[in-house]
């Protein structure tokens, strides 16, 4: 009974292998917090040469006949390829979409057509009352949101906006309800140089009603 007691009390302080039993305790959340750091510092790679590339294409295209190589049919067509060569060495298999928008103004961004003629004066279209307005997109419409898509002509405000969406290096977002891909935005804004006269918007006005 005695030799039992020794024994057992040999086998409880016994401390072989605590070191361990104590790692394969820690190496799963350990390696869960690496992860997420590289997996944060990658991100924010991407983010800012993403930002960087977007710069430098918007920049080019502010001169007159912009070239790009692509095949696209449009130069809107070819500056989305360029994003996309661009950033396939940092942002493999990530899909790159470009929104390109022209506006007359920096004022005009985020508001609705100009009135050139409010009839009651309450500062709203009211085309019963024969409202007109700066047509900026030329659909014959008034649009509460302005903006002509593409890259506009001389002396025109171009807005870009781009999305790239990328599987994460790592599947650990799953573990921390994140998102199993990247989904980074980064937007621009540049005037276009004044290589030609800028056109006017067309002026179109609402049917008063008699």
Request: with cysteine; net charge negative; aromatic share 10%.
């Amino acid at each position: 009974m005695i030799g039992f007691r020794n024994f057992r009390r040999k086998i409880f302080r016994n401390e072989d292998g605590t070191t361990i039993v104590e790692f394969g305790m820690i190496i799963v959340p350990f390696a869960v917090i690496l992860m997420g750091a590289f997996d944060l510092g990658y991100q924010m790679y991407i983010r800012s040469v993403l930002e960087g590339t977007l710069a430098e294409v918007a920049r080019k295209t502010s001169v007159e006949n912009p070239s790009f190589n692509g095949t696209g049919a449009t130069i809107e067509d070819k500056i989305a390829e360029e994003m996309n060569k661009r950033l396939k060495h940092i942002a493999n298999n990530a899909v790159v979409a470009v929104d390109i928008k022209n506006y007359s103004e920096f004022s005009e961004i985020g508001k609705p057509e100009k009135l050139t003629t409010d009839v009651n004066g309450n500062g709203s279209f009211d085309e019963s009352d024969g409202d007109c307005w700066q047509d900026l997109n030329e659909n014959g419409l008034y649009d509460s949101v302005t903006g002509r898509n593409g890259i506009g002509g001389a002396s025109d405000v171009i807005y870009y906006q781009v999305s790239l969406t990328k599987p994460r290096l790592f599947p650990m977002a799953g573990l921390v309800g994140a998102s199993k891909n990247y989904e980074i935005s980064a937007e621009t804004l540049f005037r276009s140089q004044p290589y030609s006269v800028q056109n006017a918007p067309i002026i179109e006005c609402g049917e008063p009603v008699p």
